[in-house]
């Protein structure tokens, strides 16, 4: 079984900064990209940034330059770093693996729980 674990939510006031992270654990032989989605009260699920195994980062256009997505890829790790936080930024906020191979071939979509961030005054 292949667990993702988010955790650095929390309350923020407009401007602040937040750093979430994700850690994946299980029986993991390697991991594709890796990404952040957030979904706000009554809307969809969106796309906040995503991460390759080589680096290689896409974000939406509403964070770029005020976020930015890191991984470590020994601790199976990736990292949001939120700067210039505002209130529309309130959501709860996913890690997502879309390739966790399980075996050399093998692999599964794993998403974590979610972790809730507000940015309010």
């Known amino acids: 079984q292949v667990r993702l674990v988010e955790s650095g939510g929390g309350l923020v006031q407009p401007g602040g900064s937040l750093r979430l992270s994700c850690a994946a654990s299980g029986s993991i032989f390697s991991i594709n990209a890796l990404g952040w989605y957030r979904q706000a009260p009554g809307k969809e699920r969106e796309l906040v940034a995503t991460?390759?195994?080589?680096?290689?980062?896409n974000y939406a256009d509403s964070v770029k330059s005020r976020f930015t997505i890191s991984r470590d890829n020994a601790k199976n790790t990736v990292y949001l770093q939120m700067i210039g936080l505002k209130p529309e930024d309130t959501a709860t906020y996913y890690c997502?693996?879309?390739?966790?191979?399980?075996?050399?071939?093998?692999?599964?979509?794993?998403w974590g729980q979610g972790t809730l961030v507000t940015v309010s005054s």
């Open positions: 997502n693996a879309d390739r966790v191979y399980i075996t050399r071939y093998s692999y599964l979509e794993v």
């Open positions: 991460i390759t195994s080589s680096g290689s980062t």
